[in-house]
């Protein structure tokens, strides 16, 4: 019996707990509305900074599409906005963008190891026509012609 006793004594401190939590609830002053969104410490509700990130996106469909030169003019406008996020983002694509506009010298390849160089850094960069012509460069430009597993060689 002692038993039964102190089960229904644990439950009904239970409720007395509920009802203590409850009536804390009603008592709290409401929070009201919640705080703006913030990007980079300035409210997204700033129309300057949702232009600004209405021209980072812009930039980036170009950057993606390999625009580069338009993709910098519109990363250069991103600067300018109030948010210091979206600029530091911005200035990290316009080094890469001015960066893949520069010409090198691996543009013209001479040897097989710079086509084959190229054609491995054109693949990487998602220009599947230029790796193939890089590879094929690499080919013809070989100093020997590769033999076939099966030809036959001089004895001797």
């Not at 008592?27 to 410490?41: E, V, W």
């Not at 010298?105 to 054609?119: L, V």
């Not at 850094?121 to 430009?141: H, K, L, P, V």
């Amino acid at each position: 019996m002692a038993k039964a006793s102190k089960a229904s004594s644990g439950s009904s401190s239970r409720a007395k707990s509920g009802r203590h939590a409850q009536a804390n609830l009603q008592r709290k002053k409401p929070l009201g509305s919640p705080p703006p969104a913030q990007r980079g410490g300035v409210e997204l509700v700033d129309p300057r900074v949702q232009a600004q990130l209405k021209l980072y996106d812009e930039a980036l469909a170009l950057f993606h599409q390999q625009k580069f030169a338009r993709s910098k003019q519109e990363l250069e406008k991103v600067l300018e906005g109030p948010s210091r996020e979206l600029a530091d983002r911005a200035r990290m694509h316009l080094k890469i963008a001015e960066q893949r506009m520069k010409p090198s010298h691996e543009e013209n390849p001479r040897t097989a190891e710079d086509h084959y160089q190229r054609g491995v850094a054109m693949m990487n960069i998602g220009r599947w026509d230029d790796a193939r012509e890089s590879a094929q460069g690499s080919a013809e430009s070989r100093p020997y012609p590769l033999r076939s597993r099966h030809a036959r060689l001089p004895h001797g």
